[in-house]
T-cell receptor, first 111, second 110 residues
Protein backbone atom coordinates (compact mmCIF):
# COMPACT_ATOMS: atom_id res chain seq x y z
CA UNK A 1 0.00 0.00 0.00
CA UNK A 2 1.31 3.39 -0.99
CA UNK A 3 -1.13 5.14 1.36
CA UNK A 4 -1.67 8.75 0.29
CA UNK A 5 0.34 9.99 -2.67
CA UNK A 6 0.66 13.53 -3.97
CA UNK A 7 2.05 15.01 -7.17
CA UNK A 8 4.04 17.05 -7.80
CA UNK A 9 6.46 17.25 -4.86
CA UNK A 10 7.66 20.72 -5.81
CA UNK A 11 6.28 23.42 -8.07
CA UNK A 12 7.17 26.99 -8.91
CA UNK A 13 4.51 29.15 -10.51
CA UNK A 14 4.34 32.71 -11.69
CA UNK A 15 1.54 34.93 -10.47
CA UNK A 16 -1.58 34.30 -12.50
CA UNK A 17 -0.66 30.81 -13.65
CA UNK A 18 -2.90 27.87 -12.90
CA UNK A 19 -2.15 24.36 -11.77
CA UNK A 20 -3.73 21.27 -10.27
CA UNK A 21 -2.34 19.33 -7.33
CA UNK A 22 -3.16 15.66 -7.46
CA UNK A 23 -3.87 13.35 -4.54
CA UNK A 24 -4.73 9.68 -4.46
CA UNK A 25 -5.27 7.13 -1.69
CA UNK A 26 -5.43 3.36 -1.85
CA UNK A 27 -6.94 2.70 1.56
CA UNK A 28 -10.57 2.83 0.42
CA UNK A 29 -11.24 5.81 2.68
CA UNK A 30 -14.42 7.81 2.25
CA UNK A 31 -13.10 11.17 3.44
CA UNK A 32 -10.34 13.24 1.90
CA UNK A 33 -8.90 16.62 2.82
CA UNK A 34 -6.64 19.38 1.55
CA UNK A 35 -4.61 21.47 4.00
CA UNK A 36 -2.04 24.17 3.69
CA UNK A 37 0.83 24.48 6.14
CA UNK A 38 2.42 27.86 6.76
CA UNK A 39 5.06 28.80 9.33
CA UNK A 40 3.45 29.88 12.56
CA UNK A 41 -0.03 29.06 11.26
CA UNK A 42 -0.17 25.31 11.62
CA UNK A 43 -2.38 23.33 9.25
CA UNK A 44 -5.47 24.98 7.89
CA UNK A 45 -8.20 23.11 6.08
CA UNK A 46 -8.86 24.31 2.55
CA UNK A 47 -11.52 21.87 1.35
CA UNK A 48 -12.73 18.44 2.29
CA UNK A 49 -14.80 15.66 0.79
CA UNK A 50 -16.76 13.48 3.17
CA UNK A 51 -17.61 11.01 0.44
CA UNK A 52 -17.37 10.52 -3.28
CA UNK A 53 -19.37 13.19 -5.05
CA UNK A 54 -19.40 15.71 -2.23
CA UNK A 55 -17.06 18.58 -1.40
CA UNK A 56 -17.21 21.32 1.22
CA UNK A 57 -15.28 24.42 2.10
CA UNK A 58 -12.90 24.47 4.99
CA UNK A 59 -11.31 27.37 6.81
CA UNK A 60 -9.42 28.94 3.88
CA UNK A 61 -11.11 28.03 0.56
CA UNK A 62 -10.68 31.32 -1.32
CA UNK A 63 -8.62 30.99 -4.47
CA UNK A 64 -8.99 27.22 -4.67
CA UNK A 65 -11.29 24.66 -6.23
CA UNK A 66 -11.45 20.92 -5.72
CA UNK A 67 -12.71 17.85 -7.52
CA UNK A 68 -13.44 14.47 -6.01
CA UNK A 69 -12.89 12.52 -9.19
CA UNK A 70 -13.70 9.17 -7.62
CA UNK A 71 -13.24 7.50 -4.28
CA UNK A 72 -9.45 7.38 -4.69
CA UNK A 73 -8.66 10.82 -6.08
CA UNK A 74 -9.11 14.36 -4.78
CA UNK A 75 -7.51 17.22 -6.70
CA UNK A 76 -6.89 20.84 -5.72
CA UNK A 77 -6.82 23.54 -8.38
CA UNK A 78 -5.39 27.02 -8.26
CA UNK A 79 -6.99 28.96 -11.10
CA UNK A 80 -4.87 32.09 -10.81
CA UNK A 81 -1.98 31.65 -8.43
CA UNK A 82 -1.00 34.45 -6.06
CA UNK A 83 2.14 34.85 -3.90
CA UNK A 84 -0.07 34.40 -0.82
CA UNK A 85 -0.64 30.83 -1.95
CA UNK A 86 3.02 29.98 -1.48
CA UNK A 87 2.80 27.14 1.02
CA UNK A 88 3.17 23.44 1.61
CA UNK A 89 0.01 21.58 0.67
CA UNK A 90 -1.00 18.33 2.31
CA UNK A 91 -3.65 15.90 1.27
CA UNK A 92 -5.10 13.49 3.81
CA UNK A 93 -7.67 10.72 3.91
CA UNK A 94 -9.69 9.14 6.66
CA UNK A 95 -12.00 6.20 7.23
CA UNK A 96 -13.43 7.58 10.45
CA UNK A 97 -13.30 10.57 12.75
CA UNK A 98 -10.26 9.34 14.63
CA UNK A 99 -7.26 9.25 12.35
CA UNK A 100 -6.23 11.01 9.19
CA UNK A 101 -3.46 9.71 6.97
CA UNK A 102 -1.35 12.35 5.32
CA UNK A 103 0.52 12.52 2.05
CA UNK A 104 4.13 13.70 1.76
CA UNK A 105 3.15 17.23 0.75
CA UNK A 106 3.64 19.54 -2.22
CA UNK A 107 5.88 22.57 -1.77
CA UNK A 108 4.49 25.38 -3.93
CA UNK A 109 6.20 28.70 -4.57
CA UNK A 110 4.40 31.49 -6.39
CA UNK A 111 6.63 34.32 -7.61
CA UNK B 1 -15.88 28.83 18.48
CA UNK B 2 -13.72 25.76 18.10
CA UNK B 3 -10.09 26.50 18.71
CA UNK B 4 -6.87 24.73 19.64
CA UNK B 5 -4.10 26.71 21.28
CA UNK B 6 -0.49 25.64 21.57
CA UNK B 7 1.19 28.48 23.44
CA UNK B 8 4.79 27.48 22.72
CA UNK B 9 6.21 27.77 19.20
CA UNK B 10 9.49 26.23 20.28
CA UNK B 11 10.41 24.04 23.22
CA UNK B 12 14.02 23.13 23.80
CA UNK B 13 15.10 20.54 26.39
CA UNK B 14 18.13 18.40 27.07
CA UNK B 15 18.16 14.66 26.55
CA UNK B 16 16.81 12.86 29.59
CA UNK B 17 14.81 15.84 30.83
CA UNK B 18 11.03 15.74 31.16
CA UNK B 19 9.02 17.41 28.46
CA UNK B 20 5.50 18.79 28.40
CA UNK B 21 3.93 20.25 25.29
CA UNK B 22 0.88 22.29 26.15
CA UNK B 23 -2.45 22.21 24.38
CA UNK B 24 -5.65 23.98 25.32
CA UNK B 25 -8.90 23.79 23.44
CA UNK B 26 -12.19 25.55 23.14
CA UNK B 27 -15.21 23.46 22.21
CA UNK B 28 -18.74 23.46 23.53
CA UNK B 29 -19.48 19.76 23.08
CA UNK B 30 -17.51 16.59 23.73
CA UNK B 31 -14.33 16.76 21.70
CA UNK B 32 -11.95 14.11 20.56
CA UNK B 33 -8.35 15.21 21.03
CA UNK B 34 -5.28 14.04 19.18
CA UNK B 35 -1.56 14.64 18.96
CA UNK B 36 0.05 14.47 15.53
CA UNK B 37 3.80 14.53 14.95
CA UNK B 38 5.92 15.47 11.95
CA UNK B 39 9.54 14.33 12.02
CA UNK B 40 12.04 15.99 9.74
CA UNK B 41 11.39 15.11 6.08
CA UNK B 42 8.52 12.81 7.02
CA UNK B 43 4.80 13.12 6.64
CA UNK B 44 2.47 14.08 9.45
CA UNK B 45 1.31 11.09 11.45
CA UNK B 46 -0.93 10.35 14.37
CA UNK B 47 0.95 10.00 17.66
CA UNK B 48 -1.90 9.34 20.05
CA UNK B 49 -5.55 10.07 20.77
CA UNK B 50 -7.19 10.59 24.10
CA UNK B 51 -9.84 7.91 23.75
CA UNK B 52 -7.24 5.16 23.53
CA UNK B 53 -5.48 6.25 26.73
CA UNK B 54 -2.28 4.59 25.54
CA UNK B 55 1.39 5.49 25.69
CA UNK B 56 3.17 5.82 22.37
CA UNK B 57 6.97 6.16 22.24
CA UNK B 58 6.83 7.00 25.95
CA UNK B 59 4.41 9.90 25.41
CA UNK B 60 1.13 10.21 27.26
CA UNK B 61 -1.62 12.81 27.21
CA UNK B 62 -4.56 13.20 29.55
CA UNK B 63 -7.70 15.05 28.66
CA UNK B 64 -8.61 17.50 31.42
CA UNK B 65 -12.10 18.73 30.67
CA UNK B 66 -12.09 21.11 33.63
CA UNK B 67 -9.04 22.92 32.37
CA UNK B 68 -9.84 22.17 28.70
CA UNK B 69 -6.33 20.91 28.22
CA UNK B 70 -4.63 17.95 26.56
CA UNK B 71 -0.96 18.34 27.35
CA UNK B 72 1.57 15.89 25.92
CA UNK B 73 4.14 14.55 28.36
CA UNK B 74 7.21 12.38 28.38
CA UNK B 75 9.34 11.78 31.47
CA UNK B 76 12.69 11.42 29.69
CA UNK B 77 13.13 13.11 26.31
CA UNK B 78 15.25 11.50 23.59
CA UNK B 79 17.01 13.18 20.68
CA UNK B 80 14.77 11.29 18.25
CA UNK B 81 11.75 13.03 19.78
CA UNK B 82 12.82 16.24 18.06
CA UNK B 83 9.94 17.08 15.72
CA UNK B 84 6.97 19.33 15.14
CA UNK B 85 3.99 18.43 17.30
CA UNK B 86 0.42 19.41 16.54
CA UNK B 87 -2.54 19.15 18.85
CA UNK B 88 -5.84 18.60 17.04
CA UNK B 89 -9.52 18.51 17.90
CA UNK B 90 -12.42 16.73 16.27
CA UNK B 91 -15.93 17.59 17.34
CA UNK B 92 -19.11 15.58 17.10
CA UNK B 93 -20.83 16.11 13.80
CA UNK B 94 -17.69 17.52 12.26
CA UNK B 95 -17.49 14.72 9.70
CA UNK B 96 -14.06 13.86 10.96
CA UNK B 97 -12.64 17.30 10.31
CA UNK B 98 -9.70 18.21 12.48
CA UNK B 99 -8.88 21.62 13.88
CA UNK B 100 -5.15 21.91 14.37
CA UNK B 101 -3.16 24.09 16.70
CA UNK B 102 -0.25 26.07 15.28
CA UNK B 103 2.24 23.50 16.42
CA UNK B 104 5.19 23.32 18.79
CA UNK B 105 8.66 22.51 17.58
CA UNK B 106 10.41 20.28 20.09
CA UNK B 107 14.19 20.30 20.06
CA UNK B 108 15.98 17.76 22.24
CA UNK B 109 19.63 18.60 22.71
CA UNK B 110 22.30 15.98 23.47
Amino acid sequence: NAGVTQTPKFQVLKTGQSMTLQCAQDMNHNSMYWYRQDPGMGLRLIYYSASEGTTDKGEVPNGYNVSRLNKREFSLRLESAAPSQTSVYFCASSANAYEQYFGPGTRLTVT
Amino acid sequence: AQRVTQPEKLLSVFKGAPVELKCNYSYSGSPELFWYVQYSRQRLQLLLRHISRESIKGFTADLNKGETSFHLKKPFAQEEDSAMYYCALSGSGSQGNLIFGKGTKLSVKP
